[in-house]
Structure formats: C-alpha cells, structure tokens
C-alpha cells in the first residue's frame, strides 16, 4: 500500500538574482507532492507556487523495539566517495533569512534521481568547483541533510539542504569567503554539484512513534531537525505515526534569521498536544533577570520539566549547531541533577550510551 502525502510549497517573487526571502508550506495536511518545471520570473508580482507530487511506499507496522539505531538494516553510508561523486543538479536555491539579517542562509534543493538514498539525521559532502591555491580538487565539505527521506518534493528523487553563506574579514583586514558555502549560496536551478556521502549514524531519529524527542538547534543546526518533523507532521506512512511529543528549541540572533519559522508554525497548528516550539532571539529578546536570550536560556525557564522527561527512557535529545551551547545545557542540569543526588556527568554518559544523547555540533 502506497501512503499519499501532500504539500505545496510557496515562494515569493523577488526582483533580484536571487531567489526568496522566505519557504512556507501551504497545506500540510496532506502531502501530495507532484514536480513541477522550475522557473523565475523578475518580473511576476505576488507568490508562485511550485507544487509536486508523489506516491510513498512503506512497509506494514511493525512492533517497535529499543534496538541501536546505529544496526538498523538498511542506512547507506559513503556510497559515493571524493573520488567518485554522485553529480547531481540544483533544482531550487532560495534565501530564507530577511534582508536585515546577520548573514544569508539559503535552502537549496538538489536532484538525485534516488541515487543518493539517505535516512533523517544523515549528512551529505559537497566538492566545490575549482582548484584550491596548490591546483588541486577542492576538499568536500559536510552539511546536514534538511530534508525527509523522501525529499521536500516526495518522490525520494532529492535531498535539501541549509547553508549560511560564510564571510568574514581576517585579522589582516582582508574580506575572505567561505568556499564551500559561497559555491552552494550561489548555485544557480540548472548547475551541477558533485554530492558525496551520505555519511552518519549518530543523529538518525528513533524508530519509537511514541517518544519524547527534545531538538535543540542554532541557525543552520536546524536541519536535521527540518527533516524529523516533516516526516513526524507533513508526510503520512503506514509504517510510522508520530504520537509522542517533538519539543523544539530555536536559538538564532534576530528574528529575521528565523529559519523555517512559517513551517513549524503550521506544524504547532497541525499537532499541538504533539509540538512544542521555543524560540531564543538573542540580539531583541530577554529573560526576567534582563539575560539576552540564548538557547540555554529559554531552555533555563523550563529546566525542571526537561529534567523530569530525561529521566524517563524514551527520552531522547538531539543538539546541532554552535559548540559552546552544550556546555550552557550542562549547566542548567548540574545543579537539577545534584538535588536529586544524582551527578549530571555521569547521567550524560549513561544517556549517550543508550542513544538517548546525540551531538552534532562545530
């Protein structure tokens, strides 16, 4: 039996070579996702709408059980090497952060044609055109795949992802540009990319239906968590219903940086005894001590409730992004941990051996 999942999604026009400020899903009630020519136009007024649509086959329920999600049958990794890339095709490349912030992130969506098979929570390498200063090849770079296992247009024929485009001036004062990233933001739909990987076992999202899955992301660290929930609350499968609660924590500089915010705002409205959204804005928002609001600390004003949910084994929590931003949760936990008698270090290793603590930071 073929399960049928429906989306359309919206992108405003824009006047510049680049594409929108903004991804919004339209009806995420069902999924049905049927590809369509893509095409810009400089001149059209108002919003397109690039539809598509697939048939998305699952196996029949099975019971679940709390097995390692790192022997789980059927996860590729490295089927494509440097050597030997799989070259895929730019499909959609639009800014999704406004004008007014700190930096571009763009979501871009790449061809596959199911040649690149991948589970949430994988990772997959881009090689950027062009020679690096010695003339040879330039190293891939990984990214986090910001899409479902059947891609944003259902037909398993794709994979997403999310970058910032990386540009900063040097201790020189020289303006320096990220390869990789600039390479990526810069894509035009048509232009070829050479894809390696996919690659990672660490944040594969758990099988059980029924869990608690705590998501803590800053700026592009979203998207893994991008690619759980549209499998947890845009896509239907026969062979998994999401019941349990997806509670995602946000941190990002301004509001404008906001990633995704329009889709995950429709998922709130979709499931809302299933999702729990908290967003940290650090540069306009404050708690009541007057701290600027990091991800830590809104994560702070619910840090007996997080408590409780990790001590129960169906808990799971998933960090991406900035580094520095686990310590902040370490502290938060420490002195919860201690009153119960409990030491929080300890307790973190025992969750990360039985999978229940997954890190991907940088």
Not at 65 to 83: A, I, Q
Not at 251 to 264: A, C, I, N, Q, R
Not at 280 to 303: C, D, F, H, L, P
Not at 336 to 342: E, H, P, Q, Y
Request: charged share 30%; aromatic share 10%.
């Amino acid at each position: 039996m073929a399960a049928a999942v429906t989306a359309a999604v919206s992108f405003p026009s824009s006047k510049s070579t680049s594409l929108p400020s903004r991804t919004s899903i339209i009806s995420p009630d069902r999924i049905t996702l049927k590809k369509a020519p893509f095409y810009r136009d400089a001149s059209a007024v108002g919003a397109r709408v690039v539809s598509v649509r697939a048939q998305v086959t699952t196996e029949a329920p099975a019971k679940v059980e709390k097995v390692s999600k790192k022997d789980e049958e059927g996860v590729v990794v490295n089927k494509f090497k440097p050597k030997n890339p799989y070259t895929g095709r730019c499909l959609l490349n639009t800014k999704i952060t406004g004008d007014d912030a700190p930096g571009e992130t763009w979501h871009m969506v790449f061809s596959t044609e199911g040649e690149v098979p991948y589970r949430e929570g994988q990772s997959i390498g881009v090689i950027a055109d062009g020679e690096d200063k010695n003339g040879k090849p330039h190293k891939l770079r990984l990214y986090s795949i910001a899409s479902s296992a059947i891609g944003d247009f259902g037909d398993s024929k794709t994979v997403s992802l999310c970058v910032k485009r990386l540009v900063y001036t040097n201790d020189k004062g020289e303006l320096v540009k990220g390869v990789c990233s600039n390479f990526l933001c810069d894509l035009k739909p048509g232009a070829e990319v050479k894809i390696t990987g996919p690659v990672g076992k660490e944040m594969l999202m758990p099988k059980d239906p029924n869990a608690t899955i705590v998501m803590l992301a800053t700026g592009t660290g979203i998207a893994p968590f991008r690619s759980f929930l549209w499998k947890m609350f845009f896509e239907k499968h026969e062979d998994y219903e999401f019941n349990g609660l997806a509670w995602l924590f946000l941190g990002v500089p301004t509001s404008s940086s906001l990633l995704y915010k329009e889709e995950f705002e429709k998922m709130k409205e979709k499931a809302p005894e299933n999702f729990r959204l908290d967003f940290a804005v650090s540069r306009e928002q404050t708690n009541e001590k007057g701290e600027k609001m990091y991800i830590q600390t809104r994560m702070a004003q619910y840090a007996e409730e997080l408590w409780q949910l990790l001590q129960k084994d169906n808990t799971y929590v998933y960090m991406c992004g900035l580094k520095g931003m686990e310590k902040g949760i370490d502290d938060i936990m420490v002195s919860l941990a201690a009153r119960d008698g409990i030491d929080w270090i300890d307790y973190k290793k025992k969750l990360k051996k039985a999978e229940q603590w997954n890190v991907e930071v940088y």
